[in-house]
Structure formats: structure tokens, C-alpha cells
T-cell receptor
Framework: NAGVTQTPKFRILKIGQSMTLQCTQD?????MYWYRQDPGMGLKLIYY???????DKGEVPNGYNVSRSTTEDFPLRLELAAPSQTSVYFC???????????????FGPGTRLTVT | KQEVTQIPAALSVPEGENLVLNCSFT??????LQWFRQDPGKGLTSLLL?????REQTSGRLNASLDKSSGRSTLYIAASQPGDSATYLC?????????????FGKGTKLSVKP
């Protein structure tokens, strides 16, 4: 079982460059999430999606964009990279219901991004 | 705004000890609470999930409790082993915002000495 996979594992960007972080899950989960983790801090939600074609902002969405064209894939786009976006990025997925049932979130291995 | 606090930030114990990690949250209106383990440079591994209607969950040497009224959860690790050394993260599934969104604490870094 692959679970949640992320690519690339590491990346160094120059200020102003753009890139897409890829995330794929094979568990047929409806919900997918992007978090960032800064050193010594808890994870913060960037964007999330409740299903294909539906996305919404989390706590720290500025400087990022997402799309969800399929159930499996949830790419995160960084436009005009800035040093403040240096972080570890985690993608996660879960199954949740409209009535409030929310199940275990499964996380990918992360992408370490440095912007210099 | 929901806030999650984990105390202590770091803990060092000798092998074989039983230990308790603490997690507190400010808003008791939660969907669930999840405990994770994170090894250095790695992703998060889910340990236990407690739904809001439950009081505790157990898996092997791990037992997690939830007291919504007091805004607290504990993770009990029995007979600790060096392989338990990692950072343990507590996260609550918060109501009132994005459904399913987890609010994380900063973690407790556990070191188990042989």
C-alpha cells in the first residue's frame, strides 16, 4: 500500500521561482490537506479539499494555490517563492462525512523546501 | 480560536519507565483528537484516534484518554523502549472551521535512554 506519496523529497528554490509539490493518495479518501511545519512549531493548514473540484483556504494560504481535479491528486503550487516559504510541507488525506464523522488523517513523508 | 498546548516540550526517561504525555486544548467543541509520532526528518505516523464521544483508546503499550470538559488528553506509554524516542504530536479536529482540519500542538520530544 502506497498510502500518501509526495514528490519531490527535497528542493532548493531561488527567490521568485515557482514550483509544484505533488501529492497522491491511493486510499480513495475524499478529504485532502496541505500543511507546513516550521522548526519547533506545530503544523499549520495551508489549503484543504473536501472532494474533486472543491478547495478552500486554511490558516496560512498566502503565496500558495491548489487544485483538485481527481480524487487521488492534490498538487500545491508556489508562485514567486519567498524565504518565508522555507519549510517542510506535508500532504495528508482522510475520509470524512458531511454529518461530522471524521476519521484518521494519514500523512505523506513530506517535502523539504529551501528558498534562498 | 482553538489552541493546543503540549507539556512538557521535552522529556528524557530511562528505559522501562511508564510515562505520560499531556495535551490541552482551549475549545471543547472538537470532532476528535489524534496522537502522532514523528521521527527526525520523517513524516507523521498516526498512533491513536479518539472520537469526541469516546473516553480512551488503546493500542499495544499506548493508551490515550480524552476529557473534553476539561480540555485535556493524555498519552500513556507503558514500559518505554529506546525505539519510542521521537516527537509526539497531539492534534484536535476542530469544529466551527474547515471540517476535518487538525489543529496541532508543538509536540513533546521524548528520549528514552538505554
Amino acid at each position: 500500500n502506497a498510502g500518501v506519496t509526495q514528490t519531490p523529497k527535497f528542493r532548493i528554490l531561488k527567490i521568485g521561482q515557482s514550483m509544484t509539490l505533488q501529492c497522491t493518495q491511493d486510499m480513495n479518501h475524499n478529504y485532502m490537506y496541505w500543511y507546513r511545519q516550521d522548526p519547533g512549531m506545530g503544523l499549520k493548514l495551508i489549503y484543504y479539499s473536501v472532494g474533486a473540484g472543491i478547495t478552500d483556504k486554511g490558516e496560512v494560504p498566502n503565496g500558495y494555490n491548489v487544485s483538485r481535479s481527481t480524487t487521488e491528486d492534490f498538487p500545491l503550487r508556489l508562485e514567486l517563492a519567498a524565504p518565508s516559504q522555507t519549510s517542510v510541507y506535508f500532504c495528508a488525506s482522510s475520509y470524512s462525512t458531511r454529518t461530522g464523522g471524521s476519521y484518521e488523517q494519514y500523512f505523506g513523508p513530506g517535502t523539504r523546501l529551501t528558498v534562498t | 480560536k482553538q489552541e493546543v498546548t503540549q507539556i512538557p516540550a521535552a522529556l528524557s526517561v530511562p528505559e522501562g519507565e511508564n510515562l505520560v504525555l499531556n495535551c490541552s486544548f482551549t475549545d471543547s467543541a472538537i470532532y476528535n483528537l489524534q496522537w502522532f509520532r514523528q521521527d527526525p526528518g520523517k513524516g507523521l505516523t498516526s498512533l491513536l484516534l479518539i472520537q469526541s464521544s469516546q473516553r480512551e483508546q488503546t493500542s499495544g503499550r499506548l493508551n490515550a484518554s480524552l476529557d473534553k470538559s476539561s480540555g485535556r488528553s493524555t498519552l500513556y506509554i507503558a514500559a518505554s523502549q529506546p525505539g519510542d524516542s521521537a516527537t509526539y504530536l497531539c492534534a484536535v479536529g476542530a469544529r466551527g472551521g474547515s471540517q476535518g482540519n487538525l489543529i496541532f500542538g508543538k509536540g513533546t520530544k521524548l528520549s528514552v535512554k538505554p
